[in-house]
């Protein structure tokens, strides 16, 4: 079984920065994408970052410029460094894994964190 855990939300006010991570544990030899979505209040789930592990990235637009997406292969680890946060920033985030290889089998779908708070006051 795989699990994501994810740390680094917070309360911050507008303009701040906040650092998440995301880290997978359980039997994983590699892990295609790793990424972030969140969901605020009344609206639907949404892709923030994701990358691919061999570095390619894809960012929402109203994120571009502000957030940054890396990830530790070594670790299995993937981190959302923030930027410039925006009230419309806050919401529940939500790490995302797929095309995660065991080294003998491949874990069919797609594995979520439990999600962290993020709150940007104005």
């Known amino acids: 079984q795989v699990q994501l855990v994810e740390s680094g939300g917070g309360l911050v006010q507008a303009g701040g920065s906040l650092r998440l991570s995301c880290a997978a544990s359980?039997?994983?030899?590699?892990?295609?994408?790793m990424g972030w979505y969140r969901q605020a209040p009344g609206k639907q789930r949404e892709l923030v970052a994701t990358?691919?592990?061999?570095?390619?990235?894809a960012y929402a637009d109203s994120v571009k410029g502000r957030f940054t997406i890396s990830r530790d292969n070594t670790k299995n680890t993937v981190y959302l460094q923030m930027n410039s946060l925006k009230p419309e920033d806050t919401a529940v985030y939500y790490c995302?894994?797929?095309?995660?290889?065991?080294?003998?089998?491949?874990?069919?779908?797609?594995?979520w964190g439990q999600g962290t708070q993020v709150t940007v006051s104005s």
């Open positions: 995302n894994a797929r095309g995660i290889y065991s080294g003998t089998f491949d874990y069919t779908g797609e594995y």
């Open positions: 990358m691919a592990r061999g570095g390619s990235t």
């Open positions: 359980g039997s994983i030899f590699s892990i295609n994408v």
